[in-house]
């Protein structure tokens, strides 16, 4: 084998520092304090829902505020199937479930364009929110239901499974043709067409494979509210959240929804609990709104700006 | 032999960590629920130099974590609050379907919750598997609607119609509601549930007047009730027994209302006559809250409770919380509403709820600007009037 051949560089970002992150998080319930391995649990989570929701939105340009949605049928999956199968299988479930109904939405909605599918989509969210609630209230006589309660370690680890999973789903999907004509859809959509892309079924089938994730993420959080109803599922900052934490890291990237999920939460985290939670909506709206001026290309593009500025390059790119 | 841990000689106060709506939709009950009573009473331990644990002299320190009414929100505080804060108890959150998604995350942790306002009737076949959980509020069918109940049916009231705001608190009164009226002969006209947004209830108001309903019943937070009584005297509807709650039992409501709340029923209840220890307690919290703020069901039983687990921690003689649990589920221990215990869940082993001896009542009617027990107990400040009084002339 010819070593010299070897890109040392990309080797070292596309493999070693990823595995030493994935053995770093395997042992890190092993040696972490208790709250520690919660609040990585929360990292994993919204990582999860922010690279899911990058793989169809950060590519294509369509916003999609069905997170919340998709989650909350996960959510509700825990509540009616936990109690009578392995958390594995009700996982499947809920990834399954909330493909068929991202299945169903994309096919409806995804001719809709710009802030016609955003508005769209976050109707999804209020509808299912409504029809649980009419179905608690009028046919059950009840409202919320209990979910079998987990480990916080197998929590942790079911939850880093499906980041796991979802990150090898997003990087194949972008290094693949898939993703190459996802990129030309988020480019010029009628151009895409032109070249032969069946637009309308790539754009209807990443939406839905995307919301695998976010379903399976949902059982796994239900194991760790143990109650829930229609309002903890259906809560719209599930929708807002993913968005913006793609926005702060950078869309350009696969990294930078991860990036921005770990910040992002972690600054809600110390801001909510912290000294400073009394300011906690006013700071973390200062954030979010210097980050959408002054750094469109979110944490990421910043970063990449620096480093090409250091390489001696005028302009950096933002997407690759 | 089991043997008590001793006190963590480092241990130089008493931590207890509480999930509130500080902000958010129901961020009103930190003026007039359970955290004045609760922080009052923390006042008074700190003021007298703590509580004495162990022979030592330990003051109180109260965590709070704002949830902004988001359930999501408050679980991971709770989580939090006794994996990070290592708090030694908990108070529990605001509202029914907050306590649910509380109370199991503090069992997790072993960390005891004293519940606040929010009722159990769902959660109650779940304590028997948190042994960690103390729930102080009465509630629907404990024992409020069939105390209720039996008033009407006493009475001779026929018919009643119902309207419960669509989450945990007002289903869970409206199934005990229906279930106690087919039990004793009252016919439910109609049950409709309202969305906590709803701002025009003048369809349901004129429909249960136009059913000529003896008995109608609001289970809704205090916006809605405010607004059933707007639409009430503005359409003229005027039932034998009209039961509003929770928002009835506040005396704000008095303040708004006056002279129209005349006969009007709540949730609760107690009052300056209930006791000695109730009317000084009712001048102390006053001055503490200010007369709006006052809590004619849980101000005394939140308070109430405070000191009973003060009691049980200077009696463990430490802040292990499997030997303070034991103290509480066993120990019975004189408070402002007189002697109070715990009744467990699973023969003493799972959570506990109070007894019905040791509230001062359950059911309240408004009765010349005072908030009167009528249910038919020996707590009883006042009859029960029926048929409620006419709405006065504006």
Request: proline share 5%; charged share 15%.
């Amino acid at each position: 084998m010819d070593f010299s051949k070897i890109n040392w560089k990309q080797f070292a970002v596309s493999a070693v520092i990823p595995l030493a992150v994935l053995v770093f998080l395997g042992i890190w319930p092993t040696v972490g304090p208790t709250y520690q391995v919660t609040l990585f649990t929360y990292f994993l989570l919204y990582m999860v829902i922010a690279v899911s929701w990058t793989i169809f939105s950060g590519t294509t340009g369509y916003i999609s505020l069905a997170s919340a949605a998709f989650y909350g049928v996960g959510i509700y999956a825990a509540a009616l199937f936990g109690e009578k199968m392995p958390l594995i299988f009700v996982i499947f479930i809920g990834g399954a479930a909330s493909f068929i109904l991202a299945f169903i939405v994309g096919a409806i909605t995804l001719r809709l364009k710009g802030i016609f599918f955003a508005m769209f989509t976050f109707g999804l969210v209020l509808l299912m929110k409504e029809v649980i609630h009419y179905l608690e209230i009028t046919v059950w006589n009840t409202r919320g239901m209990f979910v079998i309660l987990q480990s916080n370690e197998a929590i942790y680890y079911y939850m880093m499974g499906i980041f796991v999973v979802t990150m090898i789903a997003a990087l194949l999907i972008k290094r693949s043709k898939y993703g190459l004509a996802l990129q030309s859809i988020g480019e010029n959509e009628e151009a895409a067409a032109h070249t032969g892309i069946n637009v309308t079924m790539v754009k209807i089938l990443t939406f839905a494979v995307s919301a695998i994730f976010m379903g399976a993420a949902g059982v796994v959080m239900a194991t760790k509210m143990t109650y829930i109803d229609p309002g903890i599922a259906f809560n719209p900052m599930m929708s807002f959240s993913p968005a913006l934490m793609a926005i702060f890291g950078g869309m350009g990237s696969i990294y930078g929804p991860v990036i921005g999920a770990v910040l992002f939460t972690y600054i809600q985290e110390e801001l909510t609990t912290g000294s400073l939670k009394s300011y906690y909506m006013l700071i973390f709206g200062s954030i979010l709104v210097a980050t959408i001026l002054f750094l469109p290309n979110g944490l990421m593009g910043l970063v990449q700006s620096i480093w090409k500025r250091i390489k001696g390059e005028k302009r950096a790119p933002t997407r690759g | 032999m089991v043997t008590t841990p001793p006190l963590d000689p480092n241990k130089t106060e008493i931590l207890i960590g509480a999930s509130r709506d500080i902000t958010g939709p129901q961020a009103g009950f930190q003026e007039y629920g359970a955290a004045p009573m609760y922080k009052m009473w923390i006042d008074e331990v700190n003021a007298a130099g703590g509580l004495s644990v162990g022979g030592k002299k330990l003051p109180i320190r109260l965590i709070e974590y704002d949830d902004a009414s988001d359930t999501a929100a408050c679980v991971r505080n709770i989580e939090k609050l006794c994996t990070q804060e290592h708090v030694d108890f908990l108070f529990g959150p605001t509202g029914t379907a907050m306590l649910f998604a509380a109370a199991p995350i503090a069992n997790k942790y072993k960390t005891i919750m004293i519940c606040g306002e929010g009722g159990a009737t769902t959660l109650e076949p779940k304590l028997a598997s948190m042994p960690y959980v103390f729930s102080a509020l009465n509630y629907s069918n404990h024992f409020q609607i069939p105390m209720f109940v039996d008033l009407c049916v006493e009475k001779g009231a026929k018919t009643a119609y119902i309207c419960y705001m669509n989450d945990l608190h007002g289903a869970e009164y409206n199934v005990a509601a229906q279930g106690q009226f087919a039990l004793n002969g009252i016919t439910v006209v109609e049950a409709k549930s309202i969305p906590t947004t709803i701002a025009d209830l003048d369809p349901i108001v004129k429909e249960a007047k136009a059913a000529n309903v003896d008995i109608f019943c609001m289970f809704a937070y205090p916006n809605q009730n405010i607004l059933l009584m707007q639409t009430a005297i503005a359409l003229d509807f005027n039932p034998k027994v009209l039961l509003i709650g929770p928002g009835c039992n506040f005396e704000f409501f008095n303040l708004t209302f006056g002279a129209a709340l005349e006969g009007v029923v709540g949730e609760g209840a107690w009052n300056s006559k209930s006791s000695p220890a109730a009317a000084a307690f009712a001048e102390k919290a006053m001055a503490k809250v200010g007369l709006p703020n006052m809590d004619w069901w849980g101000g005394i039983v939140y308070y109430s409770v405070a000191e009973f687990l003060g009691k049980a921690i200077e009696k463990a003689g430490t802040l292990d919380s499997d030997t303070v649990r034991n103290v509480m589920a066993t120990e019975k221990f004189e408070t402002t509403l007189g002697l109070i215990w715990w009744e467990c869940a699973d023969g003493g082993k799972g959570g506990g709820l109070l007894p019905q001896e040791c509230y001062d009542g359950q059911i309240g009617q408004w009765q010349s600007g005072i908030f009167e027990v009528i249910d038919n107990d020996s707590h009883n400040t006042a009859p029960f009037i029926y048929p409620k009084p006419l709405w006065p002339e504006s």
